[in-house]
């Protein structure tokens, strides 16, 4: 046997079988490798983006204390249960004020003239 027509057949059979798919998994490698250090921690894409948030977000972050930071939290706790608080406080008397008035709260409108109308019928029985 020729060796040079050995090698021929060889790198023909490669080529038609295995070339195409051995090309298709070192581009997957290649851009994965590319996408990879394009937004990873050190690519060019996430600075970008770094500075961009860091210019849009601008937080001074330098005067805040811990006690600062304790206070904003307790206020903002405190302000969500105030909220709760009122809710609860309000929705009692809203569904009296529907129940005397006749309409059904939150979703229609009470009028004074409705409450009046009804404290005239109710003095005047």
């Known amino acids: 046997m020729d060796l ?22 070192y581009l997957e490698k290649m851009i994965d490798s590319v996408l990879d250090d394009l937004f990873s921690r050190y690519g ?6 770094k500075q961009v948030l860091s210019e ?13 930071y304790n206070g904003m939290i307790a206020t903002a706790i405190q302000n969500h249960f ?4 009122m809710q609860n406080a309000v929705d009692p008397i809203m569904k009296l004020m529907g129940e ?14 409705d409450i009046f109308e009804k404290i005239k019928e109710i003095t005047m029985e």
């Open 56 to 68: 849009k977000i601008q937080l001074d972050l330098t005067n805040l204390s811990l006690i600062d």
């Open 82 to 85: 105030n909220h709760l608080a």
């Open 44 to 49: 060019d894409s996430s600075k970008q983006i």
């Open 100 to 113: 005397v008035v006749g309409k059904k709260l939150p979703y229609e409108d009470i009028h004074l003239n």
């Open 4 to 25: 040079q027509a050995l090698i021929n057949a060889s790198m023909e059979d490669y080529i038609k079988e295995k070339l195409p798919e051995k090309t298709a998994q």
